[in-house]
């Protein structure tokens, strides 16, 4: 492209953000985050505080946004998304999803520029059919105890596609299935942190229910390759990113085990309610349409991840 754009990223503060964040400033794009540290952290954007091309906003997306400068690309990720963190802030979650969503579209209709959301594969709910390709939709309990986000992802994938028919604004969706890596809230009860911080201590590594649901991880490297790829791609479409390799919770365990040479024990803990028992990404549609693929292994991306969390805990 070679031109040098203006990006703003809502949940810029946050695990997927700021890594997006280090992805737009590496190419010289002047980069603005607008963040109300509900879930994420400045730590996060240390790096980039101090640069010429990057912008923090402490703000919250329910309130009507501003911006005085020319947009090229806004990416609407804000939203509490680990089910400890949207389960603590439910309503905000709501109104992230709902109200942000309407109001960062706005924004991007007065800017007439690119939009993108980050919508979740929560919107298959549990699902029937495997694995799930974008065409599917979904098995979702409307007013179950993860409804907040479920709920609110499905909402704000209907504001993008009617502004899409609507306004012909250039949008487009992506459906992030489960995604790690460094960066990641170490206690925020997402899987792949939980295990490599409880194996690392030594304490028992806590499966919910008997370990045979599955889901399928997707390091975040490639993840924020794909969220890139459909951003700068012309079509206006949903795109499942996640990594189809798909893996129990019991074999996810056992493999933290075996990477940390930890002496932990597995213990069984009650299921959460609503609790998918499986989860994995048909990525035909972006594979073909832009030329997007996972490449880092289940091992390398995890041992990465083990790294990053070592040096986090005391
Ligand atoms: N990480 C995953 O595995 C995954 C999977 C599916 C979808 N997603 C989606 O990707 C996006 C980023 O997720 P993440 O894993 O980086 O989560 P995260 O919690 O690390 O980041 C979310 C960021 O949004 C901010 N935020 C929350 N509510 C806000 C509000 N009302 N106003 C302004 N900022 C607000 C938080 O402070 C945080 O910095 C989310 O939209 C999430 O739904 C992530």
Redesign the pocket.
């Known amino acids: 492209m070679g031109n040098i754009l203006n990006v703003l990223i809502?949940?810029g503060?946050?695990?997927?953000?700021s890594h997006l964040v280090e992805r737009f400033i590496s190419k010289k794009y002047n980069v603005t985050v607008?963040?109300?540290?509900?879930?994420?952290s400045k730590k996060n954007l240390e790096p980039f505080l101090e640069n010429e091309n990057f912008t923090f906003i402490d703000?919250?997306?329910?309130n009507h946004i501003e911006i005085s400068q020319d947009l090229d690309y806004v990416l609407h990720?804000?939203?509490?998304?680990?089910p400890k963190?949207y389960t603590q802030h439910p309503i905000?979650t709501l109104?992230?999803g709902s109200i942000?969503t309407i109001n960062t579209l706005g924004l991007a209709k007065a800017k007439s520029c690119k939009y993108l959301l980050?919508s979740?594969?929560e919107v298959y709910g549990d699902p029937q059919i495997s694995p799930q390709p974008e065409t599917y939709w979904g098995n979702v309990n409307p007013n179950g105890v993860r409804s907040m986000y479920d709920e609110a992802?499905r909402f704000a994938e209907a504001a993008v596609a009617s502004y899409n028919r609507i306004y012909n604004l250039d949008t487009r969706i992506v459906r992030?299935?489960?995604?790690y890596g460094p960066k990641m809230?170490i206690n925020d009860g997402r899987v792949v942190t939980n295990f490599i911080s409880q194996a690392i201590k030594g304490e028992d590594i806590t499966i919910y229910g008997n370990g045979n649901q599955t889901r399928s991880f997707c390091f975040i490297d490639d993840t924020v390759l794909g969220i890139i790829k459909a951003m700068e791609s012309d079509s206006s479409e949903v795109f499942n990113i996640g990594n189809p390799n798909e893996i129990t919770i019991l074999q996810l365990a056992e493999k933290v085990i075996s990477l940390t040479n930890s002496k932990s024990a597995i213990k069984f803990v009650k299921l959460p309610e609503d609790d998918p028992m499986q989860r994995k990404p048909d990525i035909t549609k972006a594979n073909k349409k832009l030329n997007w693929f996972p490449e880092v292994s289940l091992e390398d991306g995890l041992l990465k991840t083990i790294e990053w969390v070592e040096n986090s805990i005391d």
């Open positions: 809502t949940g503060a946050g695990f997927v953000g607008i963040d109300n540290l509900l879930t994420g703000f919250d997306v329910q990720l804000a939203s509490a998304a680990s963190a905000n109104k992230a942000g980050t979740t594969s992802k992030l299935f489960n995604t809230k």
